[in-house]
């Protein structure tokens, strides 16, 4: 296949690329600046895209069958810092970033979307969603030392996935489990839905690499075509 990643230099996006040239596809790896980016595996071509802006991403989706996207503003890689300042100052960033997408897709109909949001828009009980209370969402920003208003970020992605929602493009949402870090690829974990997937101890937890695998097993066998899936250990 020819995937290719959007945020390519990020946590996940990167482990993304990997892992898809581990499993002998072609990527094509996107940043907003790839002339910074030194490149030397085989089968991975770097290119700058806008992903605020249609025309851009349009102009790069000829050829791709998947198109993985890991967007943040800033550099999260480098500086998450300023990515969670950068999302807190405009949190609309994610719900743009989907339209754009979604307008790019409308000349390539085929061609796949699969976006990489945030895990607040899970039920996490029935009718219970935690980017709709300030308490719940203040519970688990404290928790992982995240700025409370960050509370308008999580709600981004979660209207993000509403704009998906409204599409009829072949666009999938993946919501990582609540706590993703750096860690081993297992390729053991279990998938849900709309409800986060919880361990033994009840935390919703996953690595970046482990997500990775994730989301290239849902470019090869698409299960969630329009629709939100999630993964947890």
Do not use: C
Not at 10 to 19: F, K, L, N, Q
Not at 22 to 51: L, N, P, Q, Y
Not at 75 to 93: F, G, H, K, L, M
């Amino acid at each position: 296949m020819h995937i290719g990643v959007i945020g390519a230099a990020g946590g996940i996006g990167s482990r993304v690329v990997t892992e898809a040239l581990d499993r002998g596809h072609h990527v094509t790896a996107f940043s907003r600046d790839a002339t910074r980016i030194e490149e030397d595996r085989a089968h991975v071509v770097w290119k700058s895209v806008d992903v605020l802006d249609a025309a851009s991403i349009a102009a790069v989706i000829p050829g791709l069958d998947v198109l993985i996207s890991g967007f943040q503003p800033g550099n999260a890689a480098r500086d998450i810092a300023d990515t969670v300042a950068r999302s807190i100052a405009d949190p609309t960033v994610y719900a743009t970033a989907a339209r754009a997408l979604l307008k790019a897709l409308a000349s390539h109909p085929r061609t796949r979307l699969i976006v990489i949001g945030g895990a607040g828009s899970l039920e996490i009980a029935p009718g219970v969603v935690r980017a709709d209370s300030d308490e719940l969402l203040y519970e688990t920003l404290d928790a992982i030392g995240l700025p409370r208003e960050y509370a308008a970020a999580v709600r981004g992605h979660r209207d993000a996935l509403n704009v998906l929602r409204t599409s009829n493009r072949l666009w999938t949402y993946f919501s990582p489990a609540e706590d993703i870090a750096p860690g081993e690829r297992t390729g053991r974990f279990r998938i849900g839905g709309d409800q986060p997937v919880l361990d033994a101890e009840g935390r919703s937890r996953i690595s970046m690499e482990d997500a990775a695998v994730a989301l290239v097993d849902e470019a090869e066998l698409p299960r969630f075509v329009q629709r939100r899936f999630t993964i947890g250990y």
